[in-house]
């Protein structure tokens, strides 16, 4: 009896000792796998919903830098849409040389001509009213005489009036041609530049889905990423969540390269996702609802360049 109790109490005393061990002993910390990936600056370019031309032209490789406003792709209906450009200019051009052949050419001066030819009846037929008024005609023949000058001068004021609505009725006439072909000209210019595929940011090409002489699909031709908006992104599990709090500290350290990068956590994604398990990754260790974290570095410039680099993420 005085072994056991001697047993019980060496037990015991082991047992307080590891105990307070345990509970002195810092709490292991929270590591998970991530990736670089840039969704705020990725786009996808030249997609079409209901299938489209052909490529007649790539003029990109993976991983070659664009600017805004490069041509990426040249599409098969290019040739067909510049030369309809070119006639919708051309018929443009002509139609406005018309239009100023018709306000500063013979037209204006036939008018300007006929309004003289107005102003000489009026001031004629002034001085053959006077004439008229002092002969000695009876006054039958002088009314007649004066009725003859007044339709000599209504002649040539309706002349005058006629000349003036035709020229006014053939300028609206023009001016609505010269609308239309504006119209068809734009339409034209829409057309050569939706065949011409055009990057909308800066960045570089990371994946073609297209290539020369093949059509155009849903995907879209070629994917450009803007590496200035990369980002770290992990996935945590919901139980470890009391551990991660937004513009919380972490640690990253990509594959191949020895360097520890600091950052903060900028997002954390109010949604859940289920997430298969994966022996690698301590923040996910069962097959449970987990949570995106998005992290940035503190450097911003010194974040590797790639897409989809592999990151081992310690939140501290």
């Known amino acids: 009896m005085a072994i056991m109790a001697v047993l019980v109490l060496w037990l015991a005393r082991n047992g307080q000792t590891a105990g307070g061990q345990d509970t002195a002993r810092p709490s292991k ?15 996808m370019i030249g997609g079409d919903p209901g299938g489209g031309g052909v490529v007649l032209e790539m003029r990109v490789s993976d991983g070659q830098k664009v600017k805004r406003d490069e041509i990426i792709a040249v599409l098969s209906n290019f040739p067909r849409a510049q030369s309809e450009v070119r006639s919708a200019e051309a018929q443009l051009e002509k139609l406005k040389l018309q239009r100023v052949d018709m306000v500063s050419g013979f037209r204006v001066t036939e008018l300007s001509l006929q309004q ?42 309706a002349i005058l009036h006629v000349m003036q609505k035709r020229l006014e009725s053939d300028l609206a006439g023009l001016d609505a041609l010269i609308a239309l072909d504006v119209a068809s000209l734009d339409i034209a210019r829409a057309s ?11 960045g570089v090409v990371v994946d073609i889905r297209a290539r020369q002489g093949e059509s155009v699909n849903p995907v879209g031709i070629a994917k450009v990423v803007d590496l200035h908006q990369l980002r770290v992104f992990t996935d945590v599990d919901v139980l470890h969540l009391g551990r991660v709090v937004l513009a ?11 360097t520890a990068y600091r950052g ?28 995106q974290v998005e992290i940035e570095l503190d450097d911003p410039a010194s974040m590797p360049q790639v897409v989809g680099r592999e990151a081992r993420v310690t939140f501290l």
């Open 29 to 43: 910390p929270l590591i998970s796998r991530g990736y670089t990936d840039a969704p705020t600056g990725t786009v």
């Open 248 to 258: 919380g500290a972490v640690e990253v350290k990509f594959r191949g390269d020895s």
């Open 264 to 291: 903060r956590i900028t997002r954390m994604s109010p949604a859940t996702k289920l997430k298969q398990r994966n022996q690698l990754d301590e923040a996910n260790s069962t097959d449970d609802r987990v949570v």
């Open 116 to 157: 003289i030819n107005v102003q000489s009846t009026i001031a004629t037929n002034k001085v053959k009213a006077l004439e008229v008024a002092r002969s000695d005609h009876t006054p039958a023949r002088k009314e007649i005489e004066l009725g003859t000058l007044q339709v000599r001068l209504e002649k040539a004021e």
């Open 192 to 202: 050569v530049a939706q065949a011409l595929v055009r990057s909308p940011i800066d």
